[in-house]
């Protein structure tokens, strides 16, 4: 059994991490709030955008037209991968890294062997990842983590706007964690560019409609938008998610903690008992030996 003063220094280290953690679950629960605010309000017009856009498409031929709708053969893969930049989460950042790695392993796994798929980090631990196995990474925007705003990211969509319509790559995918709630995040990957609209039901597509000016103008307006909000909300999902999972990892940490003071305070009281008994064994023992 430990000696006393080992026992009494570790309970000590193990109080002040309880106050540690106890201390980052307060004030991940303050920016979750925040967070989880920010993205059920944008999710509906998000939402809605799509559907719009989706609907009003079925009766449009884009494929001629517009550059995000190209669908030529899947040669050149880019992966947005939404991580964050602090750690401490559980397994926030290793379940979509997984994704990830998995998702250019499977699907696009020649690719990837022909050296034709590139990732671009959101997050630093993403960035970690890549650069700690060596994969082509074309760059990284942890910046954007730091203050989430609507032109920051906008401006990233733009590039990865551009890149598509200059046949830079052939398909973007972005994977991040998506907020459910504090307890649960789930892992999402959707199709950034080419844009592939979604195929209504009959009584949605049948409705009549009067656009000004036209179904063409409309929809040419709606999807740089559209594509913007999409890289804008997933940001935030993942940033409330992050929260979410910071504040249960840390709610776990700081019960571990507290049980773990409880049985070194067990075992601390178990030594203080046997040494005292020690103790008076050897002035008993000492008094019997001077009779």
Not at 47 to 69: A, C, F, G, H, R
Not at 185 to 211: G, S
Not at 269 to 285: D, G, H, P, Y
Request: some cysteine; proline content about 2%; overall charge positive.
């Amino acid at each position: 059994m430990a000696n006393l003063k080992e026992i009494r220094v570790r309970i000590a280290s193990v109080i002040t991490t309880r106050q540690i953690t106890s201390a980052m679950k307060m004030v991940s629960a303050a920016k979750l709030k925040k967070a989880q605010d920010a993205i059920t309000q944008m999710r509906p017009y998000a939402v809605k955008l799509q559907d719009i856009m989706s609907n009003v498409s079925q009766t449009v031929n884009l494929s001629e037209s517009n550059p995000y709708t190209r669908n030529e053969d899947k040669n050149k893969i880019l992966i947005v991968l939404v991580t964050s930049n602090r750690g401490m989460c559980g397994a926030f950042n290793s379940n979509v890294i997984k994704s990830a790695y998995t998702l250019a392993q499977s699907q696009y796994k020649s690719a990837l062997d022909s050296g034709n798929l590139s990732f671009l980090a959101v997050g630093k631990k993403g960035s970690d990842f890549f650069k700690s196995k060596k994969l082509p990474m074309v760059a990284q925007h942890n910046h954007i983590l730091d203050n989430i705003s609507f032109d920051a990211t906008k401006e990233l969509a733009e590039w990865l706007m551009a890149a598509f319509a200059q046949k830079k790559y052939d398909v973007i995918e972005i994977v991040y964690n998506q907020f459910k709630n504090a307890a649960v995040q789930i892992v999402t990957r959707e199709q950034f560019l080419p844009l592939v609209p979604k195929q209504n039901d009959n009584k949605q597509a049948n409705k009549d409609y009067i656009f000004e000016p036209t179904k063409e103008y409309i929809i040419e307006e709606l999807i740089p938008k559209s594509l913007k909000i999409q890289l804008y909300k997933a940001i935030r999902d993942s940033y409330a998610s992050e929260q979410g999972a910071r504040m249960t990892a840390m709610h776990k940490a700081t019960d571990n903690a507290s049980d773990l003071i409880k049985d070194l305070t067990l075992n601390y009281n178990k030594a203080r008992q046997a040494s005292i008994t020690n103790q008076i064994l050897e002035v008993v023992s000492g008094a019997e030996a001077l009779k």
